[in-house]
C-alpha cells in the first residue's frame, strides 16, 4: 500500500521564515504573501543547528513584518 504524499494546509498562513540569510537584517517570506521581516537586536551567528541562524540576548530582540 502506497499512502500519497500530502503537503501541510497553509490556510491561515500569514508568514514564513527560514531564518537561513546568514547575513543583513531581512528575512524573506516563503509564504508566498510578501510579508517580509525586519530584524532588529539580533546577531547571525554561522553555527546554528542547520547553518546560519540569529542569536538573541533576552533583551529587546524582535522580528517585525508588515503582517502585523
Do not use: M
Given at each position: 500500500?502506497?499512502?500519497?504524499?500530502?503537503?501541510?494546509?497553509?490556510?491561515?498562513?500569514?508568514a514564513?521564515?527560514?531564518?537561513?540569510?546568514?547575513?543583513?537584517?531581512?528575512?524573506?517570506?516563503?509564504?508566498?504573501?510578501?510579508?517580509?521581516?525586519?530584524?532588529?537586536?539580533?546577531?547571525?551567528?554561522?553555527?546554528?543547528?542547520?547553518?546560519?541562524?540569529?542569536?538573541?540576548?533576552?533583551?529587546?530582540?524582535?522580528?517585525?513584518?508588515?503582517?502585523?
Open positions: 500500500v502506497v499512502q500519497p504524499f500530502a503537503p501541510p494546509s497553509t490556510a491561515g498562513l500569514v514564513a521564515y527560514a531564518f537561513g540569510e546568514g547575513i543583513g537584517t531581512s528575512l524573506a517570506d516563503a509564504s508566498g504573501n510578501g510579508n517580509a521581516g525586519s530584524i532588529s537586536g539580533a546577531a547571525w551567528t554561522p553555527s546554528g543547528r542547520y547553518g546560519p541562524a540569529l542569536s538573541f540576548d533576552g533583551v529587546c530582540n524582535c522580528r517585525e513584518s508588515s503582517g502585523d
